[in-house]
C-alpha cells in the first residue's frame, strides 16, 4: 500500500513579464541642434500587492547630451523619472496571501530607443522590460515507503588475494633511508 505525505513548501504560484514603453520631453535651456547621446542609469524598483494587482514603483535617471549654437557647444540634462505601472499575474494555485512574497527583477535595463528634436524640445522614449514573480506556500503531495533498504556489510579485512600481494611487492620498507 502506498504512503503518501503532504510537504508545505514555498514555490513561485505566478510569474509573468511585461514591457514597458514611455515617452518624455525635456526643453533644455538653449536651442538644441542634435541629441548626441542618451542614457538610462540608477534604475530602481519595488513591487507590492494592491488588490489582485501587482503595482511596481521604481525611478531612473536620464541623461541627454545635446549639442546647441549650430553645433559649436555641448550640454548634458540630468532628469530623474520615476513611474508607477500596474500589472495582473495570474497565479496558477490559491495561497494565503499574507505569506505571498512579491519579486520583481529587471530583465532587460531601461534603455533609449530613441530621442529628437522638435519645436526647441527634445523628445525620448525609454524602454525596459520587468518580470514578476509571486512566491508563497503550496503543499506538495509525495508518495514513500516505509522499509528500509538493507544495509551492506563492510568488511575492511577482507581485500581481494592479488591486491594483497601488490602492496607485498610495491611497499619499500627502507624508504626513509633512501637519498
Known sequence: MANYKEIVTKAVLGKGKKTFVDSYSVVPTCNPTTVLGCWVI???????????????????????WYSCQDDTSTEVIKETKTYEQTVHVKTRESSDSSSEEIIVRSLTQ?????????????????????????????????QYD??????????EDELPEDALKQIDEEVKEDYLEEK
Open 42 to 64: 540608477n534604475h530602481s524598483f519595488s513591487g507590492s500587492k494592491v488588490g489582485d494587482a501587482i503595482s511596481i514603483q521604481g525611478k531612473y535617471d536620464v541623461n541627454i
Open 110 to 142: 531601461p534603455t533609449c530607443t530613441s530621442a529628437t528634436i522638435e519645436d526647441g524640445k527634445i523628445i525620448y522614449t525609454v524602454e525596459n522590460e520587468l518580470g514578476v514573480e509571486i512566491v508563497g506556500d503550496t503543499k506538495v503531495k509525495i
Open 146 to 155: 516505509e522499509e528500509e533498504e538493507p544495509w551492506d556489510n563492510l568488511d
